[in-house]
């Protein structure tokens, strides 16, 4: 019925489409059909965005053709066109050939010339505003179909076309003869399910296969069963073979499933649906989830299979399904329907709008026109003070339907209200609420519904188990009894804490973003909701839900209408404040969420987002004790990312449901197939991802691989062997190059340093669980890259760490690689080089051992510790609010932030990073891999440097730090190991270290030391010498300024003063030399805009304020030298000395406190460079033409003199300074 087709699930791509937009009716307009031909354009989208992508990846316009008729229809030669004036516009090509009750897609990308390959591309494009459209018969005159004068505007991903009748046919169902099999061995586990496999010998029955052990209970299977398994069964294979005569007939396919625990279903060998099912399938495997016997009951579950109606072959087919229990059930159910869904067009021809595009498939409902989106008078956010709502809409005649509840506003075919209120007036907000609303009008799409939220904290601080009962929500969930509300004993009249949290309660729930989730009650809390079935998986347990960011201080979130499951394993069960995950698909409405929402750095769309609620680093788990810091696994994916490498990022959130204020949660990517497209590049469609469940996306095949070819490294005999198979594993010659023809399998880096990060961490709960890995196939592939994942049982958490944790010794799960490949010399020797890389010179896990505790004011010599107080600090403000709604887990006093929560942040900074540096370094010594031998490091002018610049004169050496025998060290400048493969030196690159290393360019230094038959770890570090520069003042340019910051220098030394040019720590005549090689050269953008153009005149920039001023001697003297240096006059060259001399005046009671002899220096040289410059510039006539007594009685009659006298007394007077050196007093 109507009402079931609009109410939750009408929360659709519509979203975006409807919001601003041109109204969407029929206009006046032609739609003409020759009656004798059977194949018409029943669909065209002209603003495509989501429905469907070209071969190139681009979301052209397209045009739907179906052939209506009994026979195959052949359109060769047919034309379609968008000019009435060019009825020859685009022709098919020959051989085009629509099957029975078939579709055909054709772009309107105007790609005709340069298509994808198996693709119809026109020449033309359609416009969004409406446009003529025709098919026109191989004679070019007969029109067999056409949109006139224009087909009407159209919205975004809203389609328009032709109303369509469809009817199914039931390919399989409970009568359909199936062939099973309770499997003891794993002997068909691979072939079993294809569509060629010899089932003869199974047994023979129908569906419904599986076992009652408790008949006559309420809830009993035994009259669904057909076929009975022992009561032991957790896993059945079964196949029903069924022929079609005309695969291309069929619009929709659909699997109905009954199903006590979980299946997988295969269509000819291709997965095509499945529920429970754990990754990795065996003769073996259980369901990894369970459903009650009432949900069973309640009918088939739906999954929509029309995307695989490719697989359906003409003739037999084969539906395969693996039927899955848990272990220890009671009893086992599995029946499957298979329909498909045949399509014809609706005579006579009725057109209009479909909310949802259908390329390929039958047309949905259609509509003559689409309702304009609500508008909510108020944008959702934070509110201290009552407000009245108003919700309204464009289009006339509709009718606006609100819920308060979180549920969706239902209407039926005729309109009468299902489920919320007729909007009649504003709504009076004035406490926490989520408003949802809807617009409707007979014949036209409904809107899609808005979701709202307003959250006024004075409210939420006190909410209660009693208030929220009161408000309907249910006193349990499933078996668990419900907790709601805020703990009065740590923000209540008379807490536990005198007041401390209640006077900063408010601000807490404000101190980071909120996330708001708006969904109807039953589907979170009711018997067949997710949050009282917390074992339910896959998508029979998926609710739709709206997902809301709010910022308290404005700033722009997102709403986004999605999917919500319960995430997580033991969390599920043993925890009140569970795991949620929430999918973005079409069905809902976008298919990604599109936000920065861990940053503009790194990705912004979305196919899933786990909400992380902090379990095991929380405390809804009791085996934490007081340990819970809220951060531990966003500091082991934080630290990966810090290590060079991908990772699942995350950040903090409150979360709402319905209002209800939730708790402390960490929203974090999900490292599967459609992140590492995103990240990687591709199609998620290329990735295999492994975890610990085994396969979860893709194929198990080249982990397989990988695994085998690790393998091979520890059967090949010798060092040359051994090296071919170890590059063999990265995709490489034995060279190391790149093997264009071997696919990389192994990310060995990325792999190395998620091991050590695991080892540094004290990973307890892995490898054999809490892991992802995926790769890429293909020439483009670059291996498995692991990531960190789940990894809060770490860090010495009480729950079975400790400081001192050694898992150096795993070997399986994640770590089975590693296990195989720590048997290879090469393999540690790089396990030590990354070590050295991370835990010294700074690196992701360096620690300074002069200085090894946190110091907030140098966090740079505990990075570890550091990157876990900024971790610390996003959460400090909120957790008053966790405390608040889930500090009494499993205790009496509940736990606060200023006890429990800061004495374990105080332990963690003040004494775990600092010790377990040196422990785990020893534990990776005594498992040989770190050696014993201590790395170089490296040194500029005898100061410890690793990498960067070096300035001109800087002398780059390399310290040993060994003891006794200190070995030898040996350095490279070309990028190769100073040690190669097998243990010899590297005669043709290496050099041995003797006193320095000269560079002449940016140059990448590596390093080892052999000690004692003993290789030390890489130091690798590149160094960039810097060419000297006489631009002292940095303007962009070597002028008179750079003269006078040599001036003012000369004899400091460059601690202390500018000048120094060649980089050996002192300002002396060395630098005056480079001055004046480097004079007049640009050496950037300059600092001042007055240092781009030439004054129109002297008295444009020398007045006697500019000349007097040291604050405007420096804004002009740029401009004044350009001026010097494009001028012939002698006037503009001498303005340079007139700035240069007030600098030097300004200098002068420094100059009388210094040595004579250190005073004449200066005044030599400054002679000396003068006069070479006047030669060069042409000033020597002008300035020889004054005398020291000139200047003293020029200067002494400045003030005596006009403005023009004074210039040219100044003039005179400062060249004859020039000359000798000796400076007039003012």
Known sequence: MFGNVWNRRQESRFAAANRGSRRLQFEQLEIRQVLAANVYITELLASNSNSIKDGDGDSSDWIELFNNGATAADVSGYYLTDKSSDLTQWAFPGGTIIAPKSTIIV?????????????????????????????????????????????????????????????????????????????????????????????????????????EASPGSANEFTSLIDVAVPSTTTTAYTRFTFNVANPGSFKTLNLGMIYDDGFVAYLNGTLIASSNAPGSLAYNSIATGQRGDEVVLAGYVNFDVSNKLSELKQGANVLAIHALNQSGSSDMLMI??????????????????????????????????????????????????????????????????????????????????????????SLLINKTSNIRAAA????????????????????????????????????????????????????????????????????????????????????????NGIYSNVGGEGVAWERPTSAELIYADGTEGFQIDAGLRIHGAASRSLSKKNALRLLFKDEYGAGKLEYPLFGEEGVTKFDTIVIRPHFNDGWGWDGALGDPLYARDQWFRDTQAAMGNASARGNVVHLYINGLYWGLYNPSERPDDSFAAETFGGEKEEYDVVNHDGLADGSIDAYNAMIALAQAVNAASGTAAKNAAYQNLQGNFASGLDNPSQEDYLDVANYIDYMILNHYGGNNDWPDRNWYANRRRGPESEGFKFFAWDNEISLDLSDRTSINENNLGMSTGAAQAYGILRNYEEFRLQFADRIHEHLFNGGALYVNPASPTYDPNNPQNNVPAARMAELAARVYDAMPAESARWGDQHVTVPRTRDVEWQNQLNYMLGTYFRDRHGIVLNQWKAASLYPNAVAPEFLVNNLRQHGGTIAAGGILSVQNGNTGSPGTIYYTTDGSDPRLVGGAVNAASAQVFSGNIPLSSATLVKARILRNGEWSALTAATFTPVAASADFNSDGIVDGGDFLAWQRGYGLGSTRAQGNADGDSDVDQDDLVVWKTQFGQTTGTPASPMSVAAPASLNSYVTDASFMSPSSLEVADGALVIAAATSSTPALNQVSAILQSRAWNADIAARQTQDVAHHSARDAAFNDDVRTHAVNHRHESVLSSHSQGASSKLFKDVEESSASERDEAKLAALSDFLLTGIAPKL
Do not use: C
């Open 107 to 211: 772009f309107a990308s105007d790609k005709a010339a340069a298509h994808p390959p198996g693709e119809l591309h026109t020449n033309f494009k359609l416009s969004a505003d409406g446009e003529y459209l025709a098919l026109v018969e191989p004679n070019g005159t007969t029109i067999v179909q056409q949109f006139a004068p224009k087909t009407p505007s159209q919205q975004t991903d809203i389609s328009y076309g032709l109303s369509m009748s469809s009817s199914s046919t039931t390919l399989v169902d409970d009568t359909t003869p199936m062939r099973y099999l309770a499997p003891v061995n794993n002997s068909a586990d691979a072939v079993w399910r294809m569509t060629a496999y010899n089932d003869s010998a199974w047994s023979l029955g129908t569906a419904g296969i599986g076992y």
């Open 336 to 425: 499957p329907k298979l329909t498909g869904g045949i399509a014809e067009v609706v005579t006579p021809i009725v057109a209009g709008y479909f909310q949802t595009p259908t390329p390929g498939a039958a047309n949905g409902q259609i509509f003559t026109g689409i309702v304009e989106d609500t508008a909510f008078s108020v944008d959702r956010g934070f509110y201290s003070t009552p407000f009245n709502l108003e919700i309204s809409t464009p289009t006339a005649g509709a009718k606006i339907v609100y819920t308060i509840n979180g549920s969706a506003p239902a209407v039926d075919a005729n309109l009468n209200i299902i489920n919320g209120f007729l909007y009649t007036g």
């Open 440 to 527: 409707y009008k007979l014949g036209y799409a409904p809107t899609n519904i808005d979701t709202q939220t307003y959250i006024f904290t004075s409210d939420v601080i006190h909410q209660t188990q009693q208030s929220a009962l009161a408000a309907g929500f249910p006193g349990t969930w499933g078996s668990r009894a419900a907790d709601y509300g805020m703990d009065p004993d740590v923000i209540g009249p008379n807490d536990l804490f005198g007041g401390v949290y209640a006077a900063l309660i408010e601000d807490s729930l404000k101190a980071i973003p909120t996330l708001s989730l708006t969904l109807d009650n039953a589907d979170f809390f009711g018997p």
